[in-house]
């Protein structure tokens, strides 16, 4: 009965490191989601994916960002030479499905807080 | 484009009381659904209560109820009976308009107050 799982929940990073954030989605979902929430802000959705394909990566920033969801194993979210901008919370979301009216319920993970030194 | 108005930033109610969260959208869209989530200070986002734009009826979930007025596009929180552990920021969302992610408001900060 687990829900969505993210890790690590805290990651420190120096500038210029590379952040790799895992998520992976509840039993028998196979949509994910990634969602940015920076500090007194609401979430930002970032990309969507199902397995092994990207459908919508509109919020994507164009560099450095980078997302995957591999047949096996969990949905990663890859932030190359991170700056202080990209602290942030990252927040993984999954569905079962796409839904009809892409009115599809979306449960979350607790989040990965990312901290850039 | 979508856009979700949470215009409350902040609100302190006694404990007991009812509480209505104030969220207002624009979509174009004749077909959306509407969303809220608690989140608490320890960060997770807890799905609350979910409202379908077709719904005739307004969404219920325990002591959440979605007070949904179309023609005004509301879609306001009501919490009855309050309790300290609602202490929490929440989040109206929606998705639709042809959109895969959820558009959220800003947020607001309820304070329950014994």
């Known amino acids: 009965n687990a829900g969505v799982m993210q890790n690590p929940r805290h990651l420190v990073r120096r500038r210029g490191q590379e952040a790799r954030l895992r998520c992976s989605p509840m039993k028998g979902h196979s949509h994910v989601y990634w969602y940015r929430q920076l500090p007194e802000e609401g979430l930002k959705f970032m990309v969507y994916?199902?397995?092994?394909?990207?459908?919508?990566e509109s919020g994507m920033p164009k560099e450095r960002f980078s997302a995957e969801f591999p047949k096996e194993g969990p949905s990663i979210l890859r932030i190359q030479q991170v700056v202080r901008g990209d602290s942030a919370a990252y927040f993984c979301a999954s569905s079962p499905s796409r839904g009809q009216l892409r009115v599809e319920k979306l449960f979350f993970g607790s989040g990965t807080q990312l901290s850039v030194l | 484009a979508q856009k979700i108005t949470q215009t409350q930033p902040g609100m302190f109610v006694q404990e007991k009381e009812a509480v209505t969260l104030d969220c207002t959208y624009d979509t174009s869209d004749p077909s959306y659904g509407l969303f809220w989530y608690k989140q608490p200070s320890s960060g997770e986002m807890i799905f609350l209560i979910y409202?379908?734009?077709?719904?005739?009826q307004n969404a219920t979930e325990g002591r959440y109820s979605l007070n949904f007025q179309k023609a005004r596009k509301s879609a306001n929180l009501v919490i009855s009976a309050s309790q300290l552990g609602d202490s929490a920021m929440y989040f109206c969302a929606m998705r639709g308009g042809g959109a895969d992610g959820l558009t959220f408001g800003k947020g607001t900060h309820l304070i329950i107050q014994p």
């Open positions: 409202q379908g734009s077709y719904d005739q």
């Open positions: 994916l199902q397995k092994e394909n990207i459908i919508d």
